[in-house]
T-cell receptor, first 125, second 113 residues
């Protein structure tokens, strides 16, 4: 059964870079040829926002609202992928999830299943 | 971006009664060549990640109780919970994956009356 577990610091200072890693178990990143690996976030008490994802070919897709500040990369040797969000502000405080996106078309689109448990990242000095 | 608007923001339903949640997209998410609606529903309980309930607007995910059903097409969609159970208390989200960026509704909180 595929499982995802994110890790990273729970507190980041304003203007710094938020870095998270998602470890995948129960399946290989490199064999899910027709899916995407995604990051999604949820500010406390608010709704869900897709951040971006990548496919097995190494193509990355980002939400235009975050594209200038986000980078997603993969380490197939460790079966994990990561996200970096630069120049963070209090508005980036959120629970961050990694998830598998079931491919339904081009551009990283699809539904999300399964999800990681989520990690709260607070941006504060 | 396609804006997803859910209604109501919250509702309270008696146990055993029907709960109905609506979601409206700012443009159609129906892809005519395959006649599929690129639309999903999720359930999120406190302290948990969202759980996929339905994709393609009406296809229930394996293991999801049949009291959950999805309907609608184009821009208007409905999630119905027939015979609300205590374990159905949660926030429910709709999502479109018709165009990038994929977007979610603001959520509807379902409580027991």
């Amino acid at each position: 059964q595929l499982q995802l577990q994110e890790s990273g610091p729970g507190l980041v200072k304003p203007s710094e870079t938020l870095s998270l890693i998602c470890a995948v178990s129960g399946g290989s990143l490199s064999t899910r040829n027709y899916h995407y690996w995604s990051w999604v976030r949820q500010p406390p008490g608010k709704g869900l926002e897709w951040i971006g994802n990548f496919d097995y070919s190494g193509n990355t897709y980002y939400n235009p609202s975050l594209k200038s500040r986000v980078a997603i990369s993969v380490d197939t040797s460790k079966n994990e992928f990561s996200m970096k969000l630069t120049s963070v502000t209090a508005a980036d405080t959120a629970v961050y999830y990694c998830a598998l996106t079931i491919n339904s078309g081009t551009g990283g689109r699809g539904w999300f299943d399964p999800w990681s448990q989520g990690t709260l990242v607070t941006v504060s000095s | 971006d396609i804006v997803m608007t859910q209604s109501p923001d919250s509702l309270a339903v008696s146990l055993g009664e029907r709960a109905t949640i609506n979601c409206k997209s700012s443009q159609s998410v129906l892809y005519s060549p395959n006649n599929k609606n690129y639309f999903a529903w999720y359930q999120q309980k406190p302290g948990q990640p969202p759980k996929l309930l339905i994709n393609w607007a009406s296809t229930r995910e394996s293991g999801v109780p049949d009291r959950f059903s999805g309907s609608g097409s184009g821009t208007d969609f409905t999630l119905s919970i027939s015979g609300l159970q205590a374990e159905d208390v949660a926030v429910y989200y709709c999502q479109q994956y018709y165009s990038s960026p994929q977007t979610f509704g603001q959520g509807t909180r379902v409580e027991v009356k």
